[in-house]
């Protein structure tokens, strides 16, 4: 009996299940799909406006050696102030030569020992082949003369050679500047010990023109190369350095491109040169490197407002079709008042929303208030 009343409110509960399907499908039915959104769309313009592009870029001098010792010994002069100029072949430091002069001392004298040596063989030699013509002498006897003289004068280019040896450790005991520009901050003193090869005792740099370097991405290397090789005058402002607000007032131009792209960011370095001649640039400075853009190709511009962020990439929504918006990405460029630069993903004529994205999706279908 409970198991008949079971089925029974069942068989009812599914009626009512069906019902009210069948209710919301007619009503779904009777209302239709959603409404188009209202938004504000613009046409995509282009703009032949001067912008500049922006690089990060690092200040390094175009000559620039670290000085090391190459005897060991202790400082026994210091010949500069820190910080000042210096000319090439400046004496900078000395190096106590003491061992250095007698090692000389010893080795010239050794030289002279060997030069006595080869002058007694050269006479035994010449002796003996005057004897020889007239055979008063063995040829074995001859021979002998003739191997003692060769071993001499081998005996001498030894000697020889060591006091070239021992001469250079002496000149080396003074260190002078490699080429003209400017020490820095001694990192020894006088009487500091220094080991050849190792210690540091300074650095030596040149300042004035002074280089710029940064890195551009691969598609732009033909832009660079034509920049390279157009003619530069001093009031050419197509490449700046900034520093925040302030822009250095010389500008620069480019020395070189490197010889590959970086297979790991795919870019390549650029470096260019600017007057440095009151050093207010410092090797190791960063800096942001300004390039203005070609005025003889128009940019794609649209309103900043425009643009949708999302994860680090950018996006606008383009009107196609019927009415329908369809999201596209696009890599932007240099802002220029309230507008942005399109470097890709859109050209002249396209319409994009401007106002009233947020409620959009893609495939949605809008109806449009023309931009101003």
Known sequence: ???????????????????SCGGADKQQQQQGPPPPTLVTVADVQTTDAVYYDE????????????????VSGYITGVYFQDGQKVNKGQRLYSIDAQVYNANYQQSVANLQVQETNMMKA???????????????????????????????????????????????????STIVAPF????????????????AGQSILNTVSTDNPIAV?????????????????????????????????????????????????????????????????????????????????????????????????????????????SSKVTQKKVVLGKQVGSNIIVREGLKQGDKIVVEGMQKLREGAVITTAKGK
Do not use: C, W
């Open 122 to 172: 050269q006479k035994d030699a010449d002796r003996y082949h005057e004897l020889e013509k007239h055979d008063a002498i063995a040829k074995q006897q001859v021979d002998y003369a003739d191997a003692a003289l060769e071993a001499a004068k081998k005996q001498v280019a030894a000697a020889r050679a060591a006091v070239n040896s021992v001469r250079a450790n002496v000149s080396f």
């Open 55 to 70: 690089y990060p870029g690092t200040i390094i001098a175009l000559n620039q050696t670290e000085l090391r010792p190459q």
């Open 180 to 195: 003209s520009g400017t020490i820095g901050i001694s990192n020894v003193k006088t009487g500091t010990a220094v080991v």
């Open 213 to 321: 370097d940064f890195a551009v991405d691969q598609k732009e290397i033909y832009r660079f190369v034509q920049l390279q090789q157009q003619k530069v005058n001093a009031k050419d402002s197509t490449f700046l350095i900034a520093f925040g607000a302030d822009i250095y007032p010389y500008p620069g131009s480019i020395s070189l491109i490197d010889r590959a792209v970086d297979a790991q960011t795919g870019t390549i370095k650029t470096r260019l040169v600017f007057p440095n001649e009151k050093g207010m640039l410092k090797p190791g400075m960063n800096t942001s490197v300004r390039v203005k853009n070609n005025t003889a190709q128009q940019a794609v511009t649209i309103p900043n407002k425009a643009v949708n962020e999302q994860l680090g990439e950018f996006f606008v929504y383009v009107v196609g079709d």
């Open 1 to 19: 009996m409970q198991f008949s009343n079971y089925k029974k409110y069942a068989a009812v509960g599914i009626v009512v299940m069906l019902a």
